[in-house]
């Protein structure tokens, strides 16, 4: 059975900085793109970084509203992603979700297959 839990969420302050965690059971990441989506209240979700498979490989694509403020990098040995995030806005409040890559467009949520359960993120002073 594939599960994906996220943690690492919570209450930080504008400009502050939060780790997020992604652990894999049931399939090995280092042979899935995975994707890392959010959705605020009242919002669609949407696409927020996509890092390739393969450690030979593991180049990343950011939505524009997170690039130089996001890193999304893999332990392949912890089977575990992670999403680095800086500089943090209010406007990145809301719940965000691991999902790995099935076929399609990157940043489009219908091109994955297996989600976590979410975890939210909330910034404000």
């Known amino acids: 059975q594939v599960q994906l839990v996220e943690s690492g969420g919570g209450l930080v302050q504008p400009g502050g900085s939060l780790r997020l965690s992604c652990d894999a059971h049931?399939?090995?990441?280092?042979?899935?793109?995975i994707g890392w989506f959010r959705q605020a209240p009242g919002k669609e979700r949407e696409g927020v970084s996509c890092?390739?498979?393969?450690?030979?490989?593991?180049?990343?694509d950011y939505a524009d509203s997170v690039k130089g403020r996001f890193t999304s990098s893999r332990d392949n040995a912890k089977n575990t992603l992670y999403l680095q995030m800086n500089s943090l806005k209010p406007e990145d409040t809301a719940v965000y979700y691991c999902?790995?890559?099935?076929?399609?467009?990157?940043?489009?949520?219908?091109?994955?297959?297996?989600w976590g359960q979410g975890t939210q993120v909330t910034v404000s002073s």
């Open positions: 890092i390739r498979s393969g450690s030979a490989d593991s180049s990343t």
């Open positions: 049931g399939i090995t990441l280092d042979y899935y793109a």
């Open positions: 999902s790995s890559y099935d076929s399609g467009n990157y940043f489009f949520e219908g091109s994955y297959r297996y």
